[in-house]
């Protein structure tokens, strides 16, 4: 069974603040993807990572897999009270079809 | 095409009693997703469609839970004696032939199920 965790599990800061969120595995991922939810809706993708130790950039929200492919993390600048949401993980192991979520990481920013 | 549609969007059901939900994919997709979701975690898988083939079933999946996608379009997936463990949001995604892990699922705004 390959497992993604998740830290922190919640995080609340203040607007203007950064904050990293880590997703962790002792497995190998061929492919990584973020996503983000919202309360009552479906988690919506952020972003795709594939090669180890690439990183991305989507306005403020920097992406990175690791070099091994076993890890990930996604860094916020300057947050604002619109990224506040459940910030998901999730792997597609070598031969599997269907992704594996991380817990998730609850983000809420203060005005 | 206004992404992917789940139906009902809640469902309050007495225990014992079976319900079905409905995924309309988008059009293109042709590959189908269930997960299960509870409060505070991460999306479960439970089963997955490419055309009408259900090539994935989680051991998540007890005898209780049936899926189908005739024809390669929209799914339904079916609760029969439902028990209160099974409330939970129930999510459905789609994804492109080949390509799934590449522009990732695009996901219904789920159904959820509260069981009494």
């Known amino acids: 069974t390959q497992l993604l965790e998740q830290s922190p599990q919640f995080l609340s800061i203040q607007e203007g603040e950064n904050l990293t969120v880590y997703c962790n595995s002792s497995?190998?991922?061929?492919?990584l993807q973020w996503y983000r939810q919202e309360p009552g809706e479906g988690p919506v993708l952020l972003v795709t990572v594939v090669t180890g130790g690439e990183v991305k950039k989507l306005k403020r929200l920097t992406f990175q897999f690791g070099d091994a492919r076993k890890d990930s993390s996604l860094h916020i600048t300057a947050a604002q009270p619109g990224d506040t949401g459940l910030y998901l993980c999730a792997g597609a192991g070598t031969g599997r079809r269907a992704l594996t979520f991380g817990s998730g990481t609850r983000l809420q920013v203060q005005p | 095409d206004t992404g992917v549609s789940q139906d009902p969007r809640h469902k309050i059901t007495k225990r014992g009693q079976n319900v079905t939900f409905r995924c309309d994919p988008i059009?293109?997709?042709?590959?189908l997703y269930w997960y299960r979701q509870t409060l505070g975690q991460g999306p479960e898988f439970l089963t997955y469609f490419q055309n009408e083939a259900q090539l994935e079933k989680s051991r998540l999946l007890s005898d209780r839970f049936s899926a189908e996608r005739p024809k390669g379009s929209f799914s339904t997936l079916e609760i029969q004696r439902t028990e209160q463990g099974d409330s939970a949001m129930y999510l459905c995604a789609s994804s492109l032939r080949g390509s799934g892990l590449d522009y990732g699922y695009t996901f219904g705004s789920g159904t959820r199920l509260t069981v009494v």
């Open positions: 059009s293109e997709h042709n590959r």
């Open positions: 497995s190998v991922f061929s492919s």
